[in-house]
């Protein structure tokens, strides 16, 4: 893309944004799933919103070099899109020093040894063998089903909650109206009276804002919990989406209503990044087996990129439509999703994966292996901690 103003062609471009959407859609599926096998139980929260927090720091960096002072002007913009390189260069030298996910040596290489020494330079000591039982464990309790295919996915009754999980739990995060109250942010600011050239400074102090809240989820995940956080983040959420739709709908009538959809814009923004936006990918990790976990990434990641596609396609119409209401669509959905997350979603902090396993085979009814060993149905109980 940076050689693209050079080149004088514009078709540079649209090969490259198909390229890097390919990375994207590989990233956020392969980095969480990754990063959830290989972390110990009592680290893999923080280690699940990681992934999170690095995107966030993405769109600020972005922002930032965004500036119509800095790299937005004629000449900056091939730079602005060359840097994107830069990242990916990193990537491309260190992945060859990472370890291979030692679940995925011994479960589906069968190769204890290998798994063993990517465990001792994960933890950096030798004695491993309480994880390696327990990941023995999990490749016992799903040895008969082999591997998982999106297909039989959605055919198994031992996996139907978790799936249906992972469904609402992704389209939630994304038609919940993340984007819509970033496209919508910049005429708020400018109803509120923010000066046209300044509102990229307030636009970089919202994902400021956005940063520092998805750090502090980090470290707060092990703490309050996956279900408590996603709870609060989409209640936030639907809070401030009434308030602003009630603040949009007042703003020619009452003086200060701008500035109550600011308040609104940024404590949308708050409750987003503790919950919705880091933690459905945490959970796709941690409700399924090793055998079915790559399936269920590509079903999240499917559903999370076509609502992402979906929202952006079809806001400007429901705006010119619903014009201030716009907003009534997004708390609706935030609320159906916090209410399913109350009534389902089990919570996962400081358990194995067989025990969370358990727990979504109670709630699905399930309880012994089913004679053609299409399902998983019964898991031994745990015996050792990580």
Same mark, same amino acid.
């Given at each position: 893309?940076? @050689?693209?103003? /050079?080149?004088?062609?514009?078709?540079?471009?649209?090969l490259?944004?198909?390229?890097?959407?390919?990375?994207?859609? +590989?990233?956020?599926?392969? /980095?969480?799933?990754?990063?959830?096998? =290989?972390?110990?139980?009592?680290?893999?929260?923080?280690?699940?919103?990681?992934?999170q927090?690095? *995107?966030?720091?993405?769109?600020?960096?972005?922002?930032?070099?965004?500036?119509r002072?800095?790299?937005?002007?004629? %000449?900056?913009?091939?730079? +602005?899109?060359?840097?994107?390189?830069?990242?990916?260069?990193l990537?491309? +030298?260190?992945?060859?020093?990472?370890?291979? @996910?030692?679940?995925? =040596?011994?479960?589906? !290489?069968?190769?204890?040894?290998?798994a063993?020494?990517? =465990?001792?330079?994960?933890?950096?000591?030798?004695?491993?063998?309480?994880?390696?039982?327990?990941?023995?464990?999990?490749?016992?309790?799903?040895?008969?089903?082999?591997?998982?295919? /999106?297909?039989?996915?959605?055919?198994?009754?031992? =996996?139907?909650?978790?799936?249906?999980?992972?469904?609402?739990?992704m389209?939630?995060?994304?038609?919940? %109206?993340?984007?819509?109250?970033?496209?919508?942010?910049?005429?708020?600011y400018?109803?509120?009276?923010?000066?046209t050239?300044d509102?990229?400074? &307030?636009?970089?102090?919202?994902?400021?804002?956005?940063?520092?809240?998805?750090?502090?989820?980090?470290?707060? &995940?092990?703490? #309050?919990?996956?279900?408590?956080?996603?709870?609060?983040?989409?209640?936030i959420?639907?809070?401030?989406?009434?308030? #602003?739709?009630?603040?949009?709908?007042?703003?020619?009538?009452?003086?200060w209503?701008?500035?109550?959809? *600011?308040?609104?814009?940024?404590?949308?923004?708050?409750?987003?990044?503790?919950?919705?936006?880091? *933690?459905?990918?945490?959970?796709?990790?941690?409700?399924?087996?090793?055998?079915?976990?790559?399936?269920?990434?590509?079903?999240?990641?499917?559903?999370h990129?076509?609502?992402?596609? $979906?929202?952006?396609?079809?806001?400007?119409?429901?705006? /010119?439509?619903?014009?201030?209401?716009?907003?009534?669509?997004?708390?609706?959905?935030?609320?159906?999703?916090? *209410?399913?997350?109350?009534?389902?979603?089990?919570?996962? !902090?400081?358990k194995?994966?067989?025990?969370?396993?358990q727990?979504?085979?109670?709630?699905?009814? &399930?309880?012994?292996?089913?004679?053609? !060993?299409?399902?998983?149905?019964?898991?031994?109980?745990? $015996? +050792?901690?990580?």
């Amino acid at each position: 893309m940076g @050689s693209s103003a /050079v080149a004088k062609s514009f078709e540079m471009i649209i090969l490259s944004r198909l390229l890097v959407g390919i990375c994207a859609g +590989l990233s956020s599926n392969v /980095v969480p799933m990754y990063l959830g096998e =290989l972390a110990p139980k009592n680290l893999r929260g923080a280690l699940g919103v990681v992934p999170q927090l690095f *995107i966030t720091v993405g769109i600020l960096v972005a922002q930032i070099f965004g500036l119509r002072s800095l790299l937005a002007t004629e %000449g900056g913009w091939p730079i +602005l899109l060359g840097v994107t390189g830069i990242p990916a260069a990193l990537q491309l +030298l260190l992945l060859p020093f990472f370890p291979e @996910s030692p679940r995925y =040596l011994l479960v589906q !290489k069968k190769d204890p040894a290998a798994a063993k020494n990517a =465990l001792r330079r994960l933890r950096g000591w030798d004695d491993v063998d309480a994880e390696i039982e327990e990941i023995q464990q999990e490749d016992e309790a799903e040895r008969a089903a082999g591997f998982i295919s /999106v297909v039989r996915l959605f055919r198994m009754r031992a =996996l139907r909650w978790q799936v249906i999980s992972v469904i609402v739990l992704m389209a939630g995060q994304q038609l919940s %109206g993340v984007n819509a109250i970033y496209y919508y942010a910049d005429q708020i600011y400018l109803s509120a009276g923010v000066n046209t050239n300044d509102v990229q400074y &307030v636009t970089v102090g919202t994902g400021t804002v956005n940063v520092v809240i998805t750090f502090v989820a980090v470290f707060v &995940v092990e703490l #309050l919990g996956r279900r408590v956080l996603l709870l609060l983040g989409f209640s936030i959420c639907f809070t401030a989406c009434c308030v #602003l739709t009630a603040a949009l709908a007042l703003q020619d009538t009452i003086s200060w209503m701008p500035y109550l959809s *600011i308040t609104c814009v940024i404590a949308y923004v708050i409750g987003h990044a503790l919950g919705p936006s880091p *933690i459905p990918a945490l959970l796709i990790t941690e409700v399924f087996l090793q055998s079915s976990r790559s399936s269920a990434f590509m079903v999240g990641g499917s559903v999370h990129w076509l609502s992402n596609f $979906t929202v952006g396609l079809i806001f400007p119409f429901i705006q /010119v439509g619903l014009g201030a209401y716009s907003f009534i669509i997004f708390a609706l959905i935030c609320l159906l999703t916090t *209410i399913y997350t109350f009534l389902v979603v089990p919570e996962t !902090k400081a358990k194995t994966f067989i025990e969370i396993n358990q727990i979504f085979a109670k709630m699905n009814k &399930v309880s012994e292996v089913h004679p053609d !060993k299409e399902e998983l149905q019964d898991f031994p109980p745990p $015996t +050792l901690e990580q």
